[in-house]
């Protein structure tokens, strides 16, 4: 058979006409060759998640990289922290708050086809609050007692409990649906229903996503076809790497300090948002001196909050009179309970017994805002004749391991990132090592009922107690501070709940 080799001006010809015909169709499209390929989204991350399941381990960085991305809830937690319908399209709660009868979505299918309806949530559940759980939220399903499938689209929760809460927490990344055939690989291969599915983790580099075509919610209009989560822990490496256009945005830029090196660029965007991050130095209330209120008080009146948040993150930050932010319902302003006095801090200590200060250490994570805080409070705290030493302790590690299990420590600092979470204060066990009936009651209170408004006038109540009774020292709400390309649209300013979500993300024209 004759091969035939064309002329080189007969094959210029043939590129042309293809390169003109395909510039023809954008035409008709109204778009221009680079306008119609922008559908890719590289976001940096400064942590890297230790795995891809939210269902069976705690880091935040989990949740940013697959909620709402890859794994969805049987309800979702909106920018503005409402409760919306997902998976289950609607709910009724019986009179007594002790039975949730849900409809779900249908047809909905996981990444890999395997049917999503009564029968996967029902085991998504049951892992979750079964006796081999590790689910990091496990007390989130305590009160569900049993839990029953009547249809394919008809999923009923019987509680044991009235659990106010419940719906809420049905909204966390440790209660997205997971699938039964697909569960046990999550980790590293994590199969979900949502908008985009995984391709590839490149461990020390990045984690790759691309579009689900067949995603079920037909309402929803995903524009981007592929996002590349690439981890970043250096801060000058993060600025760097938005100015070159390596990354095109960083949701949670690590370094306030370089926010104003931003000012005037062209190209890149800041915002300045509300988080959960709650950064608290706390102590062991079973301790000497930390069992004392008085000694406890003394600390905080040393404190001058602005000038930690100064020091510690570039003035951008807002300061706390208890564990709750002014995102939360019911939020009171309790920054004046033990406002900055060093005078009456010393005659605190010395009517506990502690005249001449006394001497403690700090267990400081290496995240910047904890010794950067921990560094102001240290000369705050000299200035009452109290020696706080620093220490150093790796995060999550050996941090978990001192404080967390053993609490064996005097002190730490940490920011507690999970919404709404004023009740850490009423677990036991739990490093604070905090016991307070009153406050207790609270806590039980508050998910006897699911009225809105009584829950806000709750937990009003409950700040007051831990501002007076100070298990911690309150110090302020990180912001999120965001970076990012200006032609981007639809990532959220404000972190109701740690995440990226990426589903009404798009370039615009």
């Known amino acids: 058979m004759m091969k035939v080799s064309l002329a080189p001006s007969v094959r210029l010809v043939r590129r042309l006409s293809l390169g003109a015909a395909v510039s023809v169709g954008l035409v008709f499209l109204g778009l221009t060759p680079a306008e119609a390929a922008k559908t890719t989204l590289t976001l940096g991350m400064t942590v890297e998640p230790t795995g891809l399941d939210p269902t069976i381990a705690a880091p935040v960085a989990i949740g940013q990289v697959t909620w709402q991305n890859i794994f969805e809830g049987l309800v979702a937690i909106d ?19 002790l039975v949730y009868t849900f409809k779900l979505q249908s047809p909905v299918k996981f990444h890999d086809g395997e049917a999503f309806d009564s029968a996967a949530a029902k085991f998504a559940l049951d892992r979750a609050r079964g006796a081999d759980s590790v689910n990091p939220q496990k007390r989130f399903f ?16 019987r509680l044991s409990a009235p659990t106010g809460s419940l719906l809420y927490w049905l909204g966390w990344p440790a209660s997205v649906m997971v699938a039964p055939n697909s569960a046990a690989d999550d980790k590293t291969n994590p199969i979900g229903t949502g908008p985009f599915k995984f391709v590839n983790w490149a461990k020390g580099d990045k984690v790759e996503l691309e579009k689900n075509v067949d995603y079920w919610n037909k309402g929803v209009a995903v524009k981007l076809e592929k996002v590349t989560f690439r981890f970043v822990a250096d801060p ?55 069992d004392d209120k008085r000694v406890r ?5 040393a404190i001058d909050r602005k000038t930690v948040i100064d020091g510690a993150w570039s003035g951008l930050g807002t300061p706390i009179g208890s564990h709750y932010t002014p995102n939360d319902p019911g939020y009171v302003d309790l920054t004046g309970v033990l406002p900055y006095d060093p005078e009456k801090a010393k005659a605190l200590l010395a009517e506990a017994g502690y005249p001449s200060g006394f001497t403690f250490t700090i267990k400081s ?7 950067r805080s921990a560094q102001v409070m240290q000369a705050m705290l000299a200035e009452i004749g109290v020696t706080m030493n620093i220490e150093p302790t790796e995060f999550p590690a050996k941090w978990v391991q001192d404080v967390m299990k053993d609490r064996a420590y005097d002190m730490t600092i940490v920011a507690h990132a999970e919404p709404l979470d004023i009740d850490i204060y009423a677990r036991d066990p739990y490093y604070f090592n905090y016991k307070n009936p009153v406050f207790d009651g609270l806590m039980k209170m508050v998910q006897e009922t699911s009225d809105p408004a009584a829950q806000a006038q709750i937990y009003g109540e409950a700040q007051k107690v831990l501002a007076e009774d100070v298990p911690a020292l309150y110090l302020f709400v990180m912001p999120k501070l965001g970076v990012w390309d200006k032609k981007l649209k639809g990532l959220w300013d404000n972190e109701p709940i740690p995440s990226n979500v990426l589903t009404n993300v798009s370039w615009e024209d």
């Not at 920018?79 to 319908?85: L, S």
């Not at 305590?142 to 929760?157: K, M, Q």
């Not at 062991?284 to 001196?289: D, I, T």
């Not at 994570?365 to 010794?371: D, E, R, S, T």
């Open 79 to 97: 920018e503005a922290g409402k409760v919306q319908p997902q998976l289950a399209k609607s709910w009724e709660v019986s009179p007594d708050g």
């Open 142 to 157: 305590t009160s569900i007692a049993s839990i029953e499938t009547p249809d394919p689209e008809t999923l009923v929760l």
């Open 236 to 290: 000058q490496a993060q600025a760097a790497a938005l100015k070159s256009g390596d990354v095109d945005a960083i949701p949670e830029f690590a370094a306030p300090e370089l926010m104003s090196s931003f000012d005037g660029d062209a190209k890149l965007a800041t915002r300045i948002g509300n988080t959960e991050l709650k950064v608290v130095a706390g102590m062991n209330n079973a301790k000497k001196p930390f």
């Open 297 to 301: 008080q003394a600390l905080m009146m």
């Open 365 to 371: 994570p290496q995240m910047a805002y904890a010794p």
